[in-house]
């Protein structure tokens, strides 16, 4: 039998599970758009900008277990997307990017997208493929889909010549769908001796990141048993609960809240688990880590990679942490409940949350009056999307989470626009639950438009935007050293046309006296199928811990003569305006 290589490819995509495609159709593309049109399995989504569709096919893997999927052309729709297809690059997302390419029966060169595609992509995806046969096509995406998932996830790209789509070639048999297994290689001398250690320790913590999002119940259970103190890195709040009294929040150096410098001041052995110790997860490298640490990840490049592991356990957090669990009851006994330290977290958190209350927000909205509205109105499973800027700190400060992937955010690639889109992706993985963004205002203008996409597929979406009229976490880190703030100033952004221009819903709230009123509100009108901008007028004048931190880590980190110019300088401009 012979059938076309877009036959053949969207009926792999079908076996794979696919559900949803996200890109724009193109010359090198009608052929697989016009078979997905008729695959009674798979919808294809038309987005904006293949920016937007990558953020997308970024929250639907995040949020759940379907793989999120590109269709896009080549070149302009590559570049396009480069930004997301990054983002799950480095934050360990697990992606399809699939491509048409140019025609390879014609010997013609300067075809409409020509490009070395795969010499672009090379440094954002695992993997990149160049499709070659009809036969190739349907084994290739197999074996896409499975590098995709195994070990640290990841995009993979897989480039279709349109010539493949559209003529008919023979048809071979359908391969199994591939399998991930949970790998475990640490050997058990090594699990044995990280028992030891941490059995022995006086002072344990555990700081986890997203590589361990699907072994929460692990996780609780080793803080339990040892009564420690557990932190998160940024991308991994959602990971531990932080209803659980052993719950310390983002961080625990120098940029972390007090509830988790407090709690790690005195940590003699660290357990972390699917982190990178990356820049952002240590504050600007502003932690102490303990000699004892034992590191655990899937990904064995990490070990080591900026702090040194006593005892080093590769593979899948799951199984790492289910065996090291069962070696610790072995050897030894579970600690009673340190209440002294549950305790003391719970008022280093209640004081934190009191300070930022007390602020006077000058009319505005203060950040902790929202958060604490807000956290109070959503159910414990609504997924919160956020954006990257001064709002995504707050976010990790002042708002609770308490359900394992019920928060996603934009890490080590640190895409601005994240938001607006990875949240309609979520909701499309996962349509019973509530999904709401939060983004800054200069994140907000780089996708709002793509606010279309959610009204025409009637997606409820609430999209809280932190109106203040500048890029905050730069005009801020600005403000210190230079006493001026250059290129940062939005200027005036009448939200309310966006509301028009999409078909979404509008609400504007200039102050605390609104908060509450406006959340419920934007809940009825998502619930209805409708998205919704809520326009906060939010007070940026209190800075975040972590602002602090890492300002303060960064300056320390500075030569002595630099750290002299750049405070005389600041003084300078300040006396001299």
């Known amino acids: 039998m012979k059938r076309t290589g877009a036959w053949m490819a969207v009926r792999a995509l079908e076996a794979l599970g696919i559900k949803y495609t996200f890109g724009i159709p193109g010359v090198h593309n009608t052929e697989l758009y016009d078979e997905l ?5 798979i919808t294809p989504v038309l987005v904006t900008h293949e920016g937007g569709a990558a953020f997308m096919a970024d929250g639907m893997s995040r949020t759940s ?3 999120g999927t590109l269709v896009i052309v080549p070149a302009a729709g590559a570049t396009h997307a480069a930004s997301g297809i990054g983002e799950a690059f480095l934050d360990g997302v697990p992606m399809l990017v699939i491509c048409g390419g140019i025609r390879t029966d014609l010997d013609k060169s300067y075809q409409l997208h020509e490009l070395d595609q795969h010499a672009f992509l090379k440094p954002l995806t695992k993997a990149t493929f160049l499709v070659t046969t009809h036969a190739e096509i349907v084994p290739t995406l197999f074996q896409a889909w499975e590098i995709a998932h195994s070990g640290e996830p990841g995009p993979v ?3 279709i010549p349109v010539n493949l789509q559209m003529f008919p070639g023979e048809v071979g048999e359908m391969p199994s769908r591939p399998v991930i297994a949970a790998r475990q290689r640490a050997t058990a001398s090594d699990i044995r001796r990280a028992a030891e250690l941490l059995l022995a320790a006086r002072r344990p913590a555990l700081f986890i990141g997203w590589g361990a999002r699907d072994a929460c119940a692990q996780t609780r259970a080793i803080a339990e048993f040892l009564q420690a103190p557990v932190a998160t890195t940024l991308q991994g709040l959602s990971v531990f609960s932080a209803a659980h009294p052993l719950h310390t929040g983002f961080g625990f150096g120098a940029a972390a809240v007090p509830a988790a410098r407090n709690a790690f001041a005195d940590c003699d052995c660290l357990l972390a688990v699917g982190t990178r110790f990356a820049e952002i997860a240590t504050g600007s490298f502003g932690v102490t880590v303990p000699p004892n640490l034992i590191h655990a990840d899937i990904n064995p490049a990490v070990f080591s990679a900026n702090y040194p592991a006593a005892v080093a356990l590769e593979g899948d957090a799951a199984a790492v942490l289910a065996a090291l669990l069962e070696e610790l009851r072995r050897v030894g006994a579970g600690r009673t409940a340190n209440m002294e330290l549950q305790q003391r977290i719970a008022r280093d958190k209640a004081a934190y949350n009191d300070e930022w209350l007390n602020h006077d927000s000058g009319g505005k909205v203060n950040p902790a009056v929202f958060f604490n509205a807000l956290r109070a109105a959503v159910p414990d499973d609504a997924i919160a999307v956020v954006d990257d800027g001064n709002h995504t700190y707050l976010t990790a400060e ?3 989470v308490r359900q394992s992937k019920a928060l996603i955010v934009p890490t080590d690639f640190n895409s601005m626009g994240y938001a607006v889109p990875a949240a309609i992706g979520a909701k499309l993985a996962n349509p019973q639950r509530e999904v709401f963004a939060i983004v800054g205002d200069g994140a907000f203008t ?3 438009m793509e606010i279309v996409s959610a009204t025409r597929l009637g997606l409820g979406l609430v999209y809280y935007v932190f109106h203040d009229g500048e890029l905050s976490q730069i005009a801020q880190a600005q403000e210190i050293p230079f006493n001026r703030k250059p290129c940062t100033a939005l200027g005036a952004i009448d939200f309310s046309g966006v509301a028009i221009a999409t078909g979404a819903e509008y609400i504007r709230v200039p102050s605390n006296d609104g908060v509450a009123q406006a ?3 934007a809940r009825q009108f998502a619930a209805a199928g409708r998205p919704v901008i809520v326009d906060l007028i939010m007070d940026y004048s209190k800075r975040t811990a ?11 980190r500075l ?4 750290r002299l110019r750049m405070v005389t300088r600041a003084l300078k401009r300040k006396i001299t305006g």
């Open 37 to 41: 049109n008729s695959s009674e399995q």
């Open 65 to 67: 277990d379907l793989t």
């Open 157 to 159: 790209f897989v480039e």
């Open 398 to 400: 002042l708002f609770p």
């Open 446 to 448: 780089m996708t709002c």
């Open 519 to 521: 959340i419920a509100q």
């Open 546 to 556: 972590f602002t602090q931190g890492a300002v303060k880590t960064n300056f320390k």
């Open 559 to 562: 030569p002595l003569a630099q």
